[in-house]
């Protein structure tokens, strides 16, 4: 079972960033995919950005390139999202997903989701 912890988020002027970690503990398998989803009240939850923790391979959504980068911390299974000229549409809660088998934006692709942190942006 895969637990999944975040940290950062809070609340910005437009313009300003943030930073969000996601630490993965409890997956002793080889690949996995690691990625950033949001969700605004009666929206669906929208795939932001993901990578493949093994080949490093990186797909952001259309909305966030440029101005957001996924990247691997160090210790493998940790993964960040640092978020720059933030918008007031960035506005959401924000949670890291883990998949095991596929590695793409849908949220069916994957298998654990941490609790989520919100990101308020005016």
């Known amino acids: 079972h895969v637990q999944l912890v975040e940290s950062g988020g809070g609340s910005v002027q437009a313009g300003g960033s943030l930073r969000l970690s996601c630490a993965a503990s409890g997956y002793t398998g080889g690949r996995m995919c690691l990625a950033w989803f949001r969700r605004v009240p009666g929206k669906e939850r929208e795939g932001v950005a993901r990578?493949?923790?093994?080949?490093?391979?990186?797909v952001y959504a259309d909305s966030v390139k440029g101005r957001f980068t996924i990247s691997q911390a160090s210790a493998k299974n940790t993964v960040t999202l640092q978020m720059n000229s933030l918008k007031p549409e960035d506005t959401a809660m924000y949670y890291c997903?883990?998949?095991?088998?596929?590695?793409?934006?849908?949220?069916?692709?994957?298998?654990?989701w941490g609790q989520g942190t919100q990101v308020t942006v005016s």
């Open positions: 990578i493949d923790t093994v080949g490093g391979s990186i």
């Open positions: 997903a883990a998949g095991i088998m596929w590695c793409g934006l849908a949220q069916s692709e994957y298998d654990y």
